[in-house]
């Protein structure tokens, strides 16, 4: 991590969407945990205001929030070293989201290729809140001056944003009040592709649910979709520079990787000469071995919903006790009239 004059302080979210995948888990929540055990602040956040830029049911968003909750608290996150809270439950979020719309400029937005992979032809279908989705990220980020932000490659482009708003905010009010936050993208889970299309990310909302592992499939389903995964007729090679024009090949070798800790060089050299008939089961043991205890886990939290929101509600104290202030200090900051 390189030096900044802010306090570090690590933030990151997740949609409570459904189904987190492999591909969260990699990319996201193992390294959460890594460093909330590096000794920096942690807050690690159930985005729900998030994901209701595209329809959820709210019998669904509930329970999605939830398991989140549990994945989050299965993987290793400890809500005594962490805070851990969904974001409906603190306001500054919302409310540091509207300043920064009047601060984020239309020209920004309209260069995210998130909101347009999503929008695809329908733009004018979307909701605004799909549209105005990065500065509410920005806002989630700058309420607590999180100078850190752990995340899949797919989210650069937000945190990157993230600098420019801080940035002319600091600019337009002639203040040095926000920091400008470091997307912290590394190892080989950064970006999980799907296993029945190379080129595409895993993703939670993918129709094929063959396309991906779900943290709360079973040993069976797991071994079955890396079993059925799309692979080329070719035995691995002994280096990666000869997987670059194989993605599938390239996925699973990376897979391999980020659930043993290995750099996928590593593992090219161990399994150099094999047929995916000899590596698919290589694989399938060994993230079933890895998932299999966490969705146990996750199913005995699930068990008991009134602890989850218990914890869900004290991290959301502990949360709005660190963002009031800086939010307070923001409308300060803007001109507001605050007399109560
Ligand atoms: P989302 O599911 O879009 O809320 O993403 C939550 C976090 O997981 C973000 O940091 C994403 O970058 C990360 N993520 C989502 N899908 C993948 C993937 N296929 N590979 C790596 N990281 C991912
Ligand atoms: N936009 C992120 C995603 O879809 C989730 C997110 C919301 C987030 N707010 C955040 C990630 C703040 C990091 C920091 O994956």
């Known amino acids: 991590m390189t030096d900044t004059p802010f306090t570090p302080r690590v933030f990151s979210g997740i949609q409570p969407s459904g189904n987190l995948t492999l591909g969260n888990y990699l990319g996201a929540v193992r390294r959460f ?22 329809w959820q049911d709210p019998t669904d968003l509930r329970r999605h929030t939830r398991e989140l909750a549990a994945a989050y608290l299965a993987c290793g996150l400890d809500p005594q070293k962490s805070i851990l809270f969904n974001q409906s439950q603190v306001p500054a979020h919302a409310q540091l989201g509207w300043v920064l719309n009047c601060v984020t400029r239309l020209g920004w937005m309209n260069r995210m290729t998130q909101f347009k992979d999503k929008a695809g032809k329908n733009a004018e279908k979307m909701s605004l809140g ?38 002319k905010f600091n600019h337009d009010f002639k203040v040095d009040f926000f920091p400008e936050p470091e997307p912290i993208i590394d190892g080989a889970g950064t970006r999980v592709m799907s296993l029945r299309d190379g080129t595409k990310k895993m993703s939670k909302s993918d129709p094929s649910d063959l396309s991906r592992i779900n943290m709360m499939d079973d040993a069976d389903t797991i071994a079955k979709k890396i079993r059925k995964a799309k692979t080329d007729p070719e035995p691995l090679p002994d280096n990666l520079d000869d997987l670059a024009d194989r993605p599938e090949a390239r996925n699973l070798i990376n ?39 966490i969705a146990d886990e996750m199913r005995r939290l699930m068990g008991d919903v009134s602890e989850i929101d218990r914890i869900l509600g004290d991290g959301a104290n502990r949360a709005a006790e660190i963002a009031e202030p800086i939010l307070a200090e923001a409308y300060d900051i803007v001109g507001f009239v605050r007399s109560r």
């Open 33 to 54: 945990v890594e460093m909330q055990n590096s000794g920096i602040e942690t807050i690690y956040c159930m985005v729900d205001l998030h994901a209701i830029t595209v």
């Open 130 to 167: 799909l549209y105005a989705y990065p500065s509410l990220m920005a806002a989630d980020i700058l309420a607590y001056k999180a100078t850190h932000i752990p995340v899949g490659e797919d989210q650069k482009q937000h945190v990157e944003l993230t600098r420019d708003i801080a940035a």
């Open 255 to 293: 897979i391999y990787a980020g659930i043993s800790g290995q750099t996928p060089a590593d593992v090219i050299t161990q399994v150099a000469g094999q047929q995916f008939g000899q590596f698919k089961p290589l694989l399938a043991d060994l993230a079933v071995a890895h998932l299999s205890p």
